[in-house]
């Protein structure tokens, strides 16, 4: 991390923003606080703890909350979140860090959220018999806890007060190596997207540029992802509106979309007004911030990612009603293997794919619908983890 630090902007902010952050942690905690710690390795998985963040804040106003992440790419995004008291990077994991940063935050409850698993942070935690537990936790077969050689990380687990996992797959596999303190309480992004479609923004640029046309919007889309839209857009005689907003909007990368588009005129958000707006078909978002309310003006999404390490949030877009589309690796997300099955997500592996899809969406409105409403019940059908989670650390903890 040290070397990639001298190319890598990641890595230097992963360096940079650990440096003396047990003395600074030393500095802002009172030994008096009443601490409920946190950690989310992203913005992800701080998107899916979020949710139980805001209702513990809501129910022990008298703890104050530590946020941790392990990544750059969540806390220089969130931390100012202003539900958190405290917003950190979490030390490197090694026993020295884990015990001086344990005897700082003393926190009387941890919550880690989905897969974190850092042995010595962990091991301290049990050691010193603080509650600690998984949110939204999810595991599969092929996870080293599973595998003949796992037996030191299945210590690690056994210091977890209690297991709230996504699935009953997840429950079965827990059990197979004698873990029985679990609940199946789903996953608490259910929660949380139903709250962001509640608050969508109200964005009068985006109404007058959708001006009644069927909108396609793609979310955190790569170049893969681009490549292919374009393809569709030059061979194809549908009339529609393209949003495409991008994963990374650093100026090199939009530089890049804008060239990608050619002769086709492509309108910057940053760029528009009501006078140069309504008769554009393609807008590039240049900014952060807006994708989860440009759902709400989306007749269909595309979901980008799937043609690298896995696709994005495609809850974000399902809960607005939509059909969603993705690229084809998909299979680590369950939501995305649930609406494909049940027909609201369509998986594509190639251009072809994409043409045939979109081709039968935007000539059949009543295509759009069907999967639009599987979708959005879908979402509503798996609301309420994060009320079952609070439940029983009431009953356990307090």
């Not at 969508?200 to 640029?205: E, Q």
């Not at 530089?255 to 707006?277: C, G, M, P």
């Not at 059909?323 to 299979?331: A, R």
Request: charged share 25%.
């Amino acid at each position: 991390m040290l070397i990639a630090s001298l190319f890598n902007a990641k890595a230097k902010l992963w360096i940079s923003g650990r440096k003396n952050l047990l003395k600074e942690l030393g500095k802002e905690i009172s030994s008096s606080d009443k601490i409920a710690w946190f950690h989310c390795a992203s913005l992800g998985e701080f998107e899916q703890g979020r949710p139980v963040i805001e209702a513990f804040r809501e129910q022990y106003k008298d703890y104050k909350i530590l946020l941790t992440f392990f990544s750059p790419s969540g806390y220089e995004i969130r931390k100012n979140y202003d539900k958190a008291d405290y917003v950190y990077y979490l030390p490197i994991d090694t026993t020295k860090n884990a015990k001086q940063f344990m005897d700082i935050v003393n926190p009387v409850v941890v919550f880690f959220v989905k897969y974190e698993f850092w042995q010595c942070f962990i091991g301290e935690i049990g050691k010193r018999k603080i509650p600690l537990y998984l949110v939204s936790g999810i595991f599969r077969k092929d996870h080293r806890f599973f595998k003949w050689y796992g037996g030191r990380a299945r210590k690690i687990l056994k210091n977890f007060t209690h297991f709230f996992v996504q699935n009953s797959e997840s429950k079965s596999l827990l059990s197979s190596i004698n873990l029985e303190n679990v609940v199946v309480a789903g996953d608490t992004r259910f929660d949380r997207v139903k709250t962001i479609s509640e608050a969508a923004k109200n964005l009068p640029l985006i109404e007058r540029f959708k001006n009644g046309k069927t909108t396609l919007v793609a979310g955190s889309t790569w170049k893969p992802d681009e490549e292919i839209i374009v393809k569709y857009l030059n061979s194809t005689n549908y009339d529609f509106k393209l949003i495409i907003a991008p994963h990374e909007i650093h100026k090199e990368n939009i530089d890049r979309i804008e060239r990608l588009f050619n002769q086709i005129s492509v309108l910057k958000y940053s760029e528009a007004n009501e006078s140069n707006i309504q008769e554009q078909n393609i807008l590039l978002i240049d900014n952060i911030g807006l994708l989860s309310s440009l759902y709400r003006f989306a007749d269909v999404a595309y979901i980008g990612g799937g043609f690298g390490k896995g696709i994005h949030n495609t809850l974000e877009a399902a809960t607005f009603g939509l059909p969603v589309i993705f690229g084809p690796n998909y299979e680590k997300f369950q939501e995305a293997v649930d609406l494909k099955k049940l027909g609201g997500a369509f998986s594509i592996s190639n251009q072809n794919d994409l043409n045939i899809v979109l081709d039968n969406l935007l000539e059949n409105e009543q295509s759009i619908s069907n999967a639009g409403i599987v979708s959005a019940k879908y979402v509503n059908d798996k609301k309420g983890a994060t009320s079952e989670i609070i439940k029983l650390i009431n009953t356990r903890l307090f």
